[in-house]
């Protein structure tokens, strides 16, 4: 017999309802729980340490197998290193010597050790030690789950189709998800503009965030209805609950239906402006979402969360393949290929950059790409050869002023010089543009605009740049605010200095895909607006249902208003006059 209902509240952040049963997922580097124990508990831990390396063991032999079985051999046999970890005598003993002396659970005192080791390895200058630091890391993360009785299925392999709730999932756990298998997101923590909460979007999974203890509140097969819309789960939905999502279901289908018809008509108002709509995408595999949208074209591909979740750095040759595969199956349309944003909430898992206290702040984006013009090197090479498709645009994120973007381009510069004495073929007039994402950046906008051929304004970065409020901090969400004036001012300051020189300019932040604020976007005057693929149909039906001039009036109205709050009403009075059917 299914139990009381109970509803937890959040913010939605993707569209949609599922219904299931629940997933909870553990990241790999939650830090394991610590708890001192007796003298009388000592047996007992080493009894529990045993039992999970025999597991351990079990389960890396039964992979291996698995493995050989599937692509031979040879692959299988990178497994043999993890089982080395798992009988290896010096580490076993230093866990079980201080165990007794520290007397701490046996999980906390394995983690310890066993990432002692793999720091001291990972440390060494040698790429062989290197990799056994990975291997440590990787059986670490395995033997701890099996000691806290966690299921040893991740966001990669569930098989099963269940609704993921966790504390938070990291941009990584999301560049490697079953997408088949996974109907919602739930977290404890989390924002709209979270890069998790985007990459939710574009699968076009529903999720809800901040859920404050979800996590903790619902169990491994728990029954819930996840709203997506209206932000909530609902555990032990009733049957009168049931009923009342079935209607609306009823209703979201026929809006979709409507929205679906639209795929081939063309993002234009009623007074005849053509504002280009196209979709921003992760990974290749949302492209087929993209085309099904009725986008006009890839408006961002983050390339980076490529880079995440692997071993290694994809090499020039592996991203030329995955960027071709994009380019090729987005024909005719084009694609704004953006170089690597790493850094922020997106870490590479391999690599052994020191922690930053301020990531957001620190070495990210084109930072992160000037500091090690190899990896930057062998992306924008294998952009450019891509570009001779003749679909292809690049986009620096992050530019934060004039030298910052100069050093940038004679990377490139340097890149077209040695594909064209290597004979590559190349667009030699491939078009430039950069993210308009830090405040600096809008400051200078018209030295910036003589020197590209676009701008895409990042809002997720320009309103977290502008107000100091942290994308991703769900406890200042509240300040984080689009329709802040100051934001205002900064997307009509950079939208006028493009257009002074020439240049078009979009939105590909998350404001781009909010259809309150279509009708103000539309008034600023931006050329184009990139969102998330699922969201691409809304955003159309509504520039097709606004009228520019009622725009224009809108937004002179606003600017006698000095309120995120009052503009946001003004926004959504518009919104709901034309398009009252997509905003609930
Ligand atoms: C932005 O900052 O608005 C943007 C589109 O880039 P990202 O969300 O990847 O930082
Ligand atoms: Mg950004």
Redesign the pocket.
Known sequence: MSGQEVRFHGVGVAPGIARGIVFLHHPDDEEPPKRRIDDSEVAREIARFETALIATRAQILEMQQRIAEAIGAKDASIFDAHLLVVEDRTLIDEVLRNLEREKFNVEFVFAEVANRYARTLSEIDDPYLRERAFDIHDVTRRVIRNLLGRSTKTLSTIDLPQVVVAHNITPSDTATLNRQMVLGFATDVGSR?S?TA?MARSLNIPAVVGLKDVSQRLRPGDHVLLDGTNGMVILNPSDHTLWEYGEIELKLEHVEEVLTSLRDTSSTTVDGRHVILSA?IELPEDVPLVLEAGAEGIG?Y?T?FFFLNKNDLPSEEEQYATYRTVAESILPQSVII?TL?LG?D?FLSHSHLPTEINPFLGCR?IRFCLDRPDIFKAQLRAILRTSALGNVRIMF??ISGLSELRQAKEVLETCKAELREEGAAFAEEIELGI?I?VPSAVLVADALAREVDFF?????????YTIAVD?VNERIAHLYEPTHPAILRLIEMTVSAAHANGIWVG?????AGEITLTPLLLALGVDEL?ASAGLVPRVKKAVQTLDNKECSRLLEEIRGLDSATEILARCEEVARRHYAELLN
């Open positions: 503009t890069h985007i921003n961002l983050r980076e953006r944003d922020g997106k984006a994120p992050m993210m994402e895409s304004i990042g809002t997720n970065d320009l309103i977290q994308r939105v590909c932040g998350e404001m990139s």
